[in-house]
């Protein structure tokens, strides 16, 4: 058992006694699988000899699916994304009470990425996923993008328009937020990956400290002092 869930358990021992204890135990081995294996889906894709400008993108669809599934377990819900890696238009598929598609897009630049991620046959994709310090920068290329194409190209206007309303730098899915990632961060990933052969976790604020927050302790000891 690491340090921090000894010091949740405590905690929650204090909250509620040794059976929520025991029960929010169980709760930080689940978060911590969690993290696990979006670490261990990224760590496979950082490796996996692609020039780096291409592995960054496999590596933030990782990303992700896999801080959804996290935050998703984090607060109890019933989200879960995976990576279907095949020759369809979804890069992420979000399931729980409602299915959804997303396409994600990793380039240099946000005009780039905008023009990248605005393909008509992207206009099926419920989200629309891109760097966090490119996010203003693209909507606002697909809205100039839009204006430019409307009369010559309209349905390319309409997927501009689409980029416009839809894009994010998270994922969104019944409650549960995937993290968001920055181009570089993204290549400091895969960087990081190749020369050490790990991802940072304190340095990315995914250790399980990070990711379980005092609201959490509180909803878990409570919880389980009810049942």
């Given amino acids: 058992m690491s340090e921090f869930r000894r010091d949740y358990r405590n905690a929650v021992d204090s909250f509620g006694g040794a059976v929520a204890g025991e029960y929010a135990d169980e709760y930080a081995a689940r978060v911590e699988c969690s993290i696990e294996d979006m670490i261990d889906e990224v760590t496979r894709l950082a490796e996996n000899g692609k020039d780096i ?6 590596v933030a669809e990782a990303w992700h699916a896999g801080t959804l599934r996290m935050d998703s377990t984090r607060r109890g819900l019933g989200s879960n994304a995976f990576t279907p890696r095949d020759s369809s238009p979804n890069d992420i598929v979000m399931e729980g009470s409602h299915r959804e598609t997303a ?8 005009e780039a990425t905008a ?3 605005s393909r008509p046959d992207y206009l099926s994709q419920d989200q ?3 760097p966090s310090d490119q996010v203003q920068g693209v909507r606002a290329q697909a809205e100039s993008l ?3 194409n409307v009369m010559k190209r309209p349905a390319m206007a309409a997927s501009y328009v689409h980029t416009h309303d839809t894009v994010d730098d998270r994922l969104r899915h019944d409650g549960a937020e995937s993290r968001p990632l920055t181009e570089q961060e993204s290549r400091t990933l895969v960087k990081e990956v190749r020369s050490t052969g790990e991802v940072d976790r304190d ?5 399980l400290g990070d990711v379980i927050q005092w609201q ?3 909803r878990e000891a409570t919880t389980a002092a009810a049942r």
């Fill in 53 to 58: 400008h291409y592995a960054k993108g496999d």
């Fill in 103 to 110: 396409q994600l897009k990793y380039y240099r630049s946000a």
């Fill in 115 to 117: 023009k990248a991620i």
């Fill in 128 to 130: 629309k996923v891109v």
């Fill in 146 to 148: 839009a204006a430019e």
């Fill in 203 to 207: 340095g990315f604020g995914v250790s």
């Fill in 216 to 218: 959490d302790i509180l």
